[in-house]
């Protein structure tokens, strides 16, 4: 988010301070700047506050049911789908930034004050009102959702599920904002775009029920299980990021009644991050070229994700596979040690990937990609074992650890505790 020094730096935010920008509710007053350089990293600053919460919430729901809030497997999965949609983050700007900035120096109309409460509320309509857009457009456009699709892969519904995001998703959505770019200043614009973001997480529970009359304006975890939910009554329903009055203006509002089964209509049944963010793409690519006629072959890509040809639109509601309540998730066996194995070395990468953004700075291009190289590697990996997939997985994984010692005696790699140097090479 910070985007040069000239201000000198972005400013530093208090623990409660960013606690409260997690739930949006921290006023004009304590986050409005004169220029984007001095906008905290919210996001980033942001990640201890997630890994708190994760914990607090296997505590409440094995106090509630008896019964963990997720798997390691689909955790696992989460966190790399989250890894993987930053890792272009390392190496270019934020693309909704670099866009908003050039609209915003080169064709805004006028300029509202940055400081003024106004402009703060305005604003805050603004980037919701614009992520309802954007959100109902990416489940109604096939090509859209091809990206989207990725964070409603998880069939378990938790915390670790708001960290599973597509790689691809931030290079469409940033066109929806610009027309804002026109009047609202860019430092008030990147403060909002953080806080909608950030809020969306905590909604990702199953153990926070009903919050009584905040339902009826706020996006709630309530609302929010439903648009993850693959019953029929769920479908495309309840877009909002932080608000919920959008949904009930045009129509999209759904109330959770039956138990929500959580996931896509047609599982993708995989763990493996690069097969969850690029198999739908490939769907598009075979179901266009199978289609005869151009017009038809455009509806395959600009129509939605049920649109066949002779269908609506949107496809026909009465295609939606049914809700038994049987449901099983993707759950391959795997012995009780590889599971433990799994999290050891995804705690050593997620280790490896904080200590590059913090010193990325400083270090070379091709170190840069070798690190993101072997953690891409590593992710690929983990999600095959978690699959059982053999012997593909073991011999995958032979190679990363071989690289690993490799790039790690070479200085390539290296920990931010440099007394686990040697434990990490065990």
């Given at each position: 988010w910070a985007m040069g020094s000239e201000a000198g730096g972005p400013r530093a935010t208090a623990p409660g301070q960013q606690l409260r920008a997690l739930?949006?509710?921290?006023?004009?007053?304590?986050?409005?700047?004169?220029?984007?350089?001095?906008?905290?990293?919210?996001?980033?600053?942001?990640?201890?506050?997630?890994?708190?919460?994760?914990?607090?919430?296997?505590?409440?729901?094995?106090?509630?049911?008896?019964?963990?809030?997720?798997?390691?497997?689909?955790?696992?999965?989460?966190?790399?789908?989250?890894?993987?949609?930053?890792?272009p983050d390392v190496l270019f700007r934020s693309f909704d930034l670099i866009s908003y900035i050039y609209v915003w120096n080169n064709y805004r109309l006028f300029e509202l004050p940055w400081d003024s409460p106004w402009t703060w509320y305005l604003t805050l309509l603004g980037v919701d009102f614009v992520y309802?857009?954007?959100?109902?457009?990416?489940?109604?456009?096939?090509?859209?959702?091809?990206?989207?699709?990725?964070?409603?892969?998880?069939?378990?519904?938790?915390?670790?599920?708001?960290?599973?995001?597509?790689?691809?998703?931030?290079?469409?959505?940033?066109?929806?904002?610009?027309?804002?770019?026109?009047?609202?200043?860019?430092?008030?614009?990147?403060?909002?775009?953080?806080?909608?973001?950030?809020?969306?997480?905590?909604?990702?529970?199953?153990?926070?029920?009903?919050?009584?009359?905040?339902?009826?304006?706020?996006?709630?975890?309530?609302?929010?299980?439903?648009?993850?939910?693959?019953?029929?009554?769920?479908?495309?329903?309840?877009?909002?990021?932080?608000?919920?009055?959008?949904?009930r203006i045009f129509g999209t509002f759904e109330a959770e009644d039956a138990k929500v089964v959580y996931g896509l209509t047609h599982p993708v049944n995989s763990f493996d991050p690069i097969m969850l963010q690029l198999r739908p793409l490939v769907h598009i690519w075979n179901t266009f070229w199978a289609t005869p006629g151009f017009c038809n072959k455009l509806s395959v890509i600009f129509k939605g994700p049920g649109w066949g040809p002779g269908k609506p639109r949107l496809g026909l509601p009465e295609e939606i596979p049914v809700i038994t309540g049987k449901e099983v998730p993707f759950n391959p066996s795997v012995p009780a040690y590889l599971n433990w194995y799994a999290v050891v070395h995804f705690a050593i990468i997620m280790e490896l990937y904080t200590g590059l953004l913090g010193t990325v700075t400083m270090l070379s291009q091709g170190t840069i990609l070798l690190r993101i190289g072997?953690?891409?590697?590593?992710l690929t990996s983990f999600g095959l074992l978690m699959e059982n997939r053999q012997p593909k997985a073991?011999?995958?994984?032979?190679?990363?650890?071989?690289?690993?010692?490799?790039?790690?005696?070479?200085?390539?790699?290296?920990?931010?505790?440099?007394?686990?140097?040697?434990?990490?090479?065990?």
């Open positions: 739930f949006y509710v921290l006023p004009p007053g304590e986050s409005s700047f004169r220029t984007v350089e001095e906008v905290p990293d919210y996001v980033e600053k942001s990640i201890p506050f997630f890994i708190a919460f994760i914990g607090l919430e296997f505590v409440v729901s094995w106090v509630q049911k008896r019964k963990l809030a997720g798997r390691i497997n689909d955790g696992i999965s989460s966190l790399s789908l989250g890894i993987l949609s930053r890792l309802y857009c954007f959100h109902r457009i990416s489940h109604e456009v096939n090509i859209l959702w091809a990206a989207h699709q990725v964070h409603h892969s998880s069939e378990d519904y938790n915390l670790f599920t708001a960290l599973r995001q597509s790689v691809l998703q931030k290079y469409t959505s940033w066109i929806f904002n610009l027309p804002m770019a026109l009047f609202i200043p860019p430092s008030v614009f990147a403060v909002h775009l953080q806080f909608n973001l950030l809020y969306q997480f905590w909604i990702h529970t199953e153990v926070v029920t009903k919050l009584g009359p905040l339902e009826w304006i706020l996006n709630t975890p309530s609302h929010h299980r439903v648009h993850h939910g693959r019953n029929p009554y769920c479908i495309d329903k309840n877009y909002g990021g932080t608000l919920i009055i959008w949904d072997f953690i891409i590697l590593s073991d011999i995958l994984e032979i190679i990363r650890c071989l690289v690993f010692v490799a790039v790690y005696k070479l200085g390539h790699l290296r920990s931010q505790f440099s007394s686990l140097g040697s434990a990490y090479e065990v």
